[in-house]
């Protein structure tokens, strides 16, 4: 399978296990799982027809680890907009964690702090070079660095997603450093 399709497919993948799982008739069920053979019967009626061992390869390469498979089931690991409960026990954040937004965001995350926005939870990320990435995907990457130890000795509750990539209900303003 080439780059090109594999990243496509990955595309849908995200966009129908995260965002809009109805849009091809299948159902996540409570923890964000879909059957591997319901999910492929649906790409082949909706004519992205694809094998059990192309799904695996997608899965196996992604550059992000987006996707897990457990016991015959898939789901993706974090980045949901539909409600799902991941399931994940509470994590210990690190003293920091990082966030890679743009500069248009920066006065409403002042005034409010970070927000889920269209997600389940805000995304946060273990290291600057991450959050860099994640904020060039809007535009000029700014990166705010989080203290979320003090988040975490005020009772806030953070989860790690299989794929690194922290989670948590909101950030409020003084636990942002704007530098
Ligand atoms: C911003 C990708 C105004 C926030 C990434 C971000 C991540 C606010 C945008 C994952 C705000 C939401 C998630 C506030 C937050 N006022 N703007 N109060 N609070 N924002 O895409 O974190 O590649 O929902 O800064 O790598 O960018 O898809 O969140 O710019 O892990 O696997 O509102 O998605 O993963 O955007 O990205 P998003 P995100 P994948």
Known sequence: MDERRTVKV??????????????IGITLDANGWVPIDTLLRAMARNNVPLTRAELDHVVAVNDKRRFAVENDRIRASQGHTVPVDLDLPPAEPPAYLYHGTVGHALDSIRSEGLRPMNRTHVHLSPDRETATRVGA??????????????????????????????????????FLRFR
Not at 10 to 23: A, C, F, G, T, V
Not at 137 to 150: H, I, M, N
């Open 137 to 174: 995907r809007r535009g000029r990457p700014v990166v705010l660095s989080v203290d979320t130890g003090a988040m975490h000795r005020a009772g806030h509750t953070f989860h790690v997603s299989a794929n690194g990539v922290w989670l948590t209900a909101s950030v409020p303003p003084e």
């Open 10 to 23: 990955s595309k849908y993948l995200s966009k129908h296990l995260r965002h809009q799982p109805e849009r």
